[in-house]
């Protein structure tokens, strides 16, 4: 059974997908993020502080390479950066979604929890670098993708949807 790997800019909602479809297709979801701070036992903030971002990203590739190796089934949804490793299209089927900056500033704002969830994001402190970061980023967000879902303006339910009929594409999925 495939994987299903969403990729996309930080705070677009990768995490909350995940759980959607995760309770819709009856397939776990695991976050690298998630993954990476057990296997350090630390806040991914703190391993930005403490060690720095090449230190978080070779953990990112340790993660890359054991679900490659381990795991199947599984819906992934990875850290904003995550994209860039090699193995990643070894892994699963990579969906993009897709949102444009303002979308994902207002999206991270709105939430009753937004100082928090700006806060545990190292590279959203300064918004005017963010900002040049997604620039990058989407072009190679939209190279490495199997497939693209436009998530602006839609509810988690309508995107949970357009998945699952992707997810069926793939032949593996319920
Ligand atoms: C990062 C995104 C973060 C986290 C780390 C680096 C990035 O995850 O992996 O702070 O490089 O874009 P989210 O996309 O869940 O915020």
Redesign the pocket.
């Known amino acids: 059974m495939q994987n299903i790997v969403l990729i996309g800019?930080?705070?677009v909602g990768?995490?909350t997908i995940a759980r959607e479809l995760s309770k819709e297709s009856k397939m776990f979801a695991v976050d690298t993020?998630d993954l990476i701070e057990s296997l350090v036992n630390k806040k991914?903030k703190a391993i930005f502080e403490d060690e720095g971002e090449g230190y978080?990203r070779e953990l990112e590739k340790r993660c890359a390479l054991w679900l490659q190796k381990s795991v199947k089934g599984t819906i992934i949804s990875t850290?904003?950066?995550?994209y860039r490793q090699k193995n990643i299209k070894k892994i699963g089927k990579v969906i993009y979604l897709e949102s444009s900056f303002e979308a994902i500033l207002n999206r991270l704002k709105s939430h009753p929890n937004a100082k928090k969830k700006l806060a545990k994001?190292?590279?959203l402190q300064d918004i005017k670098k963010a900002k040049e970061l997604y620039k990058t980023r989407v072009k190679e967000y939209e190279k490495i993708a199997d497939v693209i879902i436009n998530v602006e303006d839609k509810s988690i339910k309508i995107i949970t949807k357009e998945l699952l009929s992707q997810c069926r594409g793939f032949g593996d999925a319920r």
């Open positions: 800019f930080m705070g990768k995490g993020d991914i978080f850290g904003g950066g995550f994001r190292p590279l």
